[in-house]
């Protein structure tokens, strides 16, 4: 078990520091501070560019988003084979949740964000732009960046719905028979609890009406000796 758990923080380890080391090189990458290639293959070069030109630096807070929605899958799909109790098992399926709504959140942020720069770029210089016309004033919001405002909308409401269905069908079906099972369970306790009052409320009844007929007993005997 500890050989186990050393090699899977060691691979967490490792893996985060990757993916971390990938960020930072995308997130430098963006703002201009580095330039690199990373492999010389044209089509991932394509893909690389329409990531940079439709998400920009969105990609990396809707990664981490992804990510930990998948690790907090896992753990819940864990938690409800091993029994865990109802409490753990919905604060992971609240976080579940919680990072279903954050990746809508992040696609709506960042589209507002985008349309804002867009629009300040396009219309910082009023003279300037008026001058140049209609399809120059078009192309500095495409420069400022309302294609990243418009593809984050996108990108952000089809991973927030895919997130939805792929939670559904991977612990749907056990979650609810989880919940269904631990509402029984407390419903079972309930009544045995209710019923062991009730045996005890009669035995006490019983030893009540006892000492009364012994009681009534003891009061007549000295009536008919007399």
Not at 59 to 67: A, I, K, M, S
Request: hydrophobic fraction near 45%; aromatic fraction near 10%; glycine fraction near 12%.
């Amino acid at each position: 078990m500890n050989t186990r758990g050393f090699v899977q923080g060691f691979l967490w380890g490792a893996l985060s520091a990757l993916f971390g080391g990938l960020f930072m090189l995308y997130g430098l990458n963006m703002m201009g501070l580095l330039g690199f290639t990373l492999i010389k293959v044209p089509e991932f070069q394509q893909i690389m560019n329409w990531t940079y030109h439709n998400l920009g630096l969105s990609l990396l807070p809707f990664t981490l988003t992804l990510v930990l929605f998948a690790i907090t899958l896992k753990r819940l799909r864990q938690r409800i084979e091993q029994q865990r109790p109802i409490a753990e098992v919905a604060q992971l399926d609240h976080l579940c949740d919680l990072w279903t709504g954050l990746f809508f959140g992040i696609g709506v942020i960042w589209t507002a964000i985008g349309m804002r720069s867009a629009l300040i770029h396009a219309l910082g210089e009023p003279e300037t732009t008026a001058a140049e016309g209609a399809f120059n004033l078009l192309r500095r919001l495409v420069d400022g960046g309302i294609l990243i405002a418009l593809s984050t909308t996108i990108f952000g409401g089809i991973g927030g719905y895919l997130m939805r269905v792929t939670k559904t069908c991977v612990v749907g079906n056990q979650l609810r028979q989880f919940y269904t099972s631990t509402a029984n369970d407390q419903d079972s306790a309930v009544i045995e609890q209710l019923v062991a009052i009730e045996s005890q409320l009669k035995q006490l009844n019983d030893d009540d009406g006892i000492c009364v007929t012994e009681g009534n007993q003891h009061e007549s005997e000295p009536m008919g000796t007399n």
